[in-house]
């Protein structure tokens, strides 16, 4: 079956250390990978998308990188804030389904603690 | 332009009545979305519209839902006979983007849905 994993275990650390929040996939072919922030109650917010021919992106403090033949995304904030806490969404866009919308993972809770 | 925008932000409606949600997208946008989510799971994919055309409706999707995207501008969400298994954040969101194009997606904050 397809499934789209993120770690389930919020992810503790400390403020200025580098967290990275892992996206694996199984049986799908994604032509793009972005990356969303959700705080609570609120609505997902864009942070990077990245293409199946794309090794690594970076904005700011943030970095992705997309390895399809671990069929893997590895999502990092570098000098973490506490500000920063909010759950972190990868979602995929399935080119070979002709789906046109993003399909999400259930999210990681990211928690920095000052 | 604010975002997308949704309304009401929230509704308790008992069990077996009808509920209709409203989505404003950003005005732009040719791509609207209807996601629902539960507590500790990502976004549910409900529907897909792109301009007044519904191209997708997910498998999972009942017969009690069905959305409209009159003239290509707000959309609709309605649920009749709601069950307690309703209760969710529904989620819209949009985009600007041809057939193969894929962007980023703005999402309203959503309308939290309790059924009693």
């Known amino acids: 079956s397809q499934k789209i994993e993120q770690n389930s275990e919020a992810l503790n650390i400390q403020e200025g250390k580098t967290a990275t929040l892992t996206c694996n996939y199984t049986?799908?072919?994604?032509?793009?990978l972005q990356w969303y922030r959700q705080d609570p109650g609120r609505g997902p917010v864009f942070l990077l998308l990245i293409r199946e021919n794309e090794k690594e992106k970076r904005k700011e403090r943030l970095k992705v990188t997309f390895d399809t033949t671990l069929k893997q995304s590895l999502f990092h904030i570098t000098a973490s804030q506490p500000a920063d806490s909010a759950t972190y969404l990868c979602?995929?866009?399935?080119?070979?389904?002709?789906?046109?919308?993003?399909?999400f993972g259930s999210g990681t809770r990211l928690q920095v603690q000052p | 332009d604010t975002g997308v925008s949704q309304d009401p932000r929230h509704k308790i409606t008992k069990r077996g009545q009808n509920v209709t949600f409203r989505c404003d997208p950003i005005s732009e946008h040719n791509r609207l979305y209807w996601y629902r989510q539960t507590l500790g799971q990502g976004p549910e994919f409900l529907t897909y519209?792109?301009?007044?055309?519904?191209?997708?409706k997910s498998r999972l999707l009942s017969d009690r839902f069905s959305a409209e995207r009159p003239k290509g501008s707000f959309s609709t969400l309605e649920i009749q006979r709601t069950e307690q298994g309703d209760s969710a954040m529904y989620l819209c969101?949009?985009?600007?983007?041809?057939?193969?194009?894929?962007?980023?997606?703005?999402f309203g904050q959503g309308t939290r849905l309790t059924v009693v």
């Open positions: 969101a949009s985009s600007l983007g041809g057939v193969s194009m894929n962007t980023e997606a703005f």
């Open positions: 049986n799908y072919s994604p032509a793009y």
């Open positions: 979602a995929l866009t399935l080119m070979d389904t002709g789906r046109r919308a993003l399909t």
């Open positions: 519209f792109q301009n007044e055309a519904q191209l997708e």
